[in-house]
């Protein structure tokens, strides 16, 4: 008997057809995944608008009142620590001895108080011969700006020293708070420059504007001594 399989039984399976998504169920499913962004409302962009408007307007109300009171002569040095070279090291005015200059500025690398700032360096022991101990350059900045500003004027020369009042404390102590906000962001120093003398103002010299250097310039107060 032969076991050979007849040819005849042999079944041909044919495959399944695959079947296609039409193109309603395409885009059925395309739709329901796509994200929707809405566009910000006008009510949303007058809100912004009125928030920055009352940010800036709290600002210089600030501002305003920290300099409602200026230091004047015979006033004593505010009891403040700020810091001066490194962020460990601080130094207070009102502890010093002898007749010093503070020289305030609005900011460090600021055209105007980097012109400000090199008379100071050179006419240095000129102010040591009126009597003066240190000089001090005050800026509302943080020390590691202060420090590089030092570095391009002064470079090694140690002799003027450069201080960071970096939260605007000893500004505001002094009534001397610039409100900065349109060319610096925030609150600054205003330009000017003050003589201690053992806890006490010798002298006031405060620009009536951030851009002038008259009464805070190195000669105008060597004459003052």
């Known amino acids: 008997m032969s076991i050979r399989p007849s040819f005849n039984t042999l079944r041909v399976v044919k495959p399944n057809r695959l079947i296609k998504p039409s193109i309603s169920i395409s885009r059925s499913i395309t739709s329901s995944v796509r994200t929707t962004v809405q566009p910000a409302s006008v009510k949303q ?12 307007a709290a600002h210089s109300a600030v501002a305003s009142l920290a300099s409602a009171s200026p230091v004047k002569v015979g006033d004593n040095v505010p009891d403040v620590d700020v810091r001066i070279n490194d962020l460990e090291d601080r130094i207070n ?6 007749k010093n200059v503070l020289v305030l500025v609005p900011g460090a690398f600021s055209p105007t108080c980097s012109s400000q700032v090199p008379g100071y360096l050179e006419q240095y022991s000129d102010f040591q011969s009126k009597g003066v101990k240190d000089i001090y350059v005050v800026a509302v900045n943080d020390m590691f700006v202060v420090n590089a500003w030092k570095e391009k004027l002064a470079g090694d020369k140690d002799q003027v020293k450069f201080v960071a009042d970096d939260t605007s404390k000893l500004a505001s102590s002094l009534g001397l708070v610039l409100d ?13 420059a003050l003589v201690i003398e053992d806890g006490k103002v010798t002298h006031v010299a405060v620009e009536n504007s951030p851009a002038d250097v008259t009464v805070s310039h190195a000669d105008s107060v060597l004459k003052a001594l």
Do not use: D, H
């Not at 900065?180 to 000017?192: A, D, M, N, S, V």
């Open 45 to 56: 962009y007058r809100m912004a608008s009125v928030l920055q408007a009352t940010a800036k």
């Open 93 to 98: 005015f009102s502890k010093l001895q002898g």
């Open 180 to 192: 900065g906000q349109e060319i610096f962001g925030g609150p600054r120093l205003k330009r000017g």
